[in-house]
């Protein structure tokens, strides 16, 4: 608090993420945090007028999103707004403009320029995020320092089975597709260590 009370003109207030936590589940484990692959269903609208402008349930069949938290995948008040948050927990939250789209708006998206963004946020998995070091050994089994498909498979069914919910099998696909769509950046069917690392911004 003291270090944002120091900003002049008292912008500080308008420039934070507020946090309303509406369900808390009386087992909070595990916590999130940066680097955590999270999986959860959000609500997005404008605070001016309460229209809604986002609803991950009417997208991807209804599944919720998968993301790594505070990498930029999201944007700013999200990757702030989901630290700390347990598996079940339900949170509305205020962004500002600064840390949502700022002056630019997303036009795609329906949002005008300057906007404050509320997000109504339901979190359902918290799991150690895919992109540390010890993580990549761990799916890369022959050892030749870049990713396969068929080892990200092999990852991705030994998390699910971990986790013991039931899921489609399409879903499993969708997310391999999809991690090779934002990682294999030179498009020769592996992900090196450096693409693993760099991450790609996806809208929302």
Known sequence: ???????????????????????????????????????AHYDGFLASDGSKFYC?????????????????????????????????????????????????GYAQGKIPPNATLIFEIELYAVNKGPRSVEAFNQIDKDSDKKLSQLEISQYLKEEFARDGKKRHPS?????????FKKNDHDGDGF????????YQHDEL
């Open 191 to 198: 992900i090196s260590a450096k693409e693993y690392n760099v």
């Open 56 to 104: 991950s349930r009417t997208q991807n069949e209804g599944h919720p999103k998968w993301f790594v938290l505070g990498v930029g995948q999201v944007i700013k008040g999200l990757d702030i707004a989901m630290m700390n948050m347990c598996p079940g927990e339900k949170r509305k939250v205020t962004i500002p403009p600064s840390l949502a789209y700022g002056e630019q």
């Open 1 to 39: 608090l003291a270090a944002s009370a120091q900003v002049e003109g008292g912008t500080a207030a308008a420039e934070e993420v507020k946090i309303e936590v509406l369900h808390l589940p009386e087992v909070c484990s595990p916590k999130s945090k940066k680097g955590d692959l999270l999986n």
């Open 171 to 179: 879903v499993h696909d969708e997310i391999l597709a999809d991690i």
